[in-house]
């Protein structure tokens, strides 16, 4: 039996649908992410934590942990994780089971309706042979994304307060809506928080460890046509969802999430609707390098141009909005972070990988907002998917991981590095 609370917590978690929505342009985004925030004001009241704020109109919570005795003096640490899910999948009527000592093969999900987790389309899976998965019905996500980081947390801050003996500083712990839309850190209080450095517990297997995101973009293209009578259509009609076909034909074809891994960015079309007369197409651009991004942006922009060029100006209109950076120049000098990190997960029988994020989290821009803020795992794999799972024991070890890092701060003793 585990000495943390962190999985029975997850599984009251997950059966909250939290999913974030964009088109909303509310905050937060979804109403029902209030519910798993309430629940966590409440938890953290009958836990002992102090300092207890919701911030009732955004949707976030942030909490203290007081500081051991002469500990006080010591940095104030903060972890972060995100409440809500992937609008991607539905996270509704989320129905978690645990497979117990999986044996690396298949799992059939739901033999009603043939869903089945078939080990030769996730293979990494397979690492976990004689470990317990906890997985879903197969007609929703998990919701470990981010809820296996918020459970993590609050079963260490459990464990912290009914163990004093354990020395620690000041902890801060902060809950954030919308992070799957890009809007997680907009409206996080970093003076509140008032933690001088933190990680956001949003990443996946146990060792992983990141310090590196994309920079990232939105853009919308929009392109106004002509609608005519098809039969009388020549040398009149515009059509909008042609043109649409014909700008993304501009884009280089392998700069494309589906030929790309490690470094390599790429332009994403995330959705395309329209007729005739308006069609609007959703990318996002995505690079490490931040001269390259800014040539994506430049890219995208120009082939908007080349199109008004070719059809009239006001033909393509394009959008483009910066949605974070990369953190590793933030993290640069705050090296102590992923030492620590990388330490604690060795001492906890993993293997440190540190990884660039193909993607992006909290941290990338409250790192931009002076608070310094890696990655770490989660426990958690196939995120924005059905076919989402997660790992008990790594789990675990990530809640150990917090408690150790807690530990390991708490003997610093002035603030700072």
Known sequence: MSKFNTIDLFLQYVKIDTRSDENTGATPSTSKQHQLAELLVRQLEEMGAEEITYDREHCYVYASIPASEGCEKAPVLGFIAHMDTSPAVS?????????????????????????????????????????DLIVTDGTTLLGADDKAGVAEIMAACEYLLAHKEISHGRLRVGFTPDEEIGEGADHFDVKLFGADFAYTVDGGAFGELEEETFNAAAAKLTINGRSVHPGSAKGKMINAILLAYEFHSLLPVFQNPMYTAGYEGFYHLDNLSGNVEKAVADYIIRDHDRQKFEQKKQFFAQCAAFLNQKYGEGTAVAQIKDSYYNMKEVLAPHRHLIENASEAICELGGEPRINPVRGGTDGARLSYMGLPCPNLCTGGANYHSRFEYACVQDMEKTTALLVMLAEKYGRVQESGE
């Open 91 to 131: 996270g509704a009527d989320v129905r978690p089971r645990i497979v117990e000592n999986y044996d690396g093969g298949d799992i059939v999900l739901n033999e009603k309706e043939n869903i089945v987790f078939q080990i030769a389309d996730f293979p990494e899976a397979a690492v976990h042979r004689g470990k």
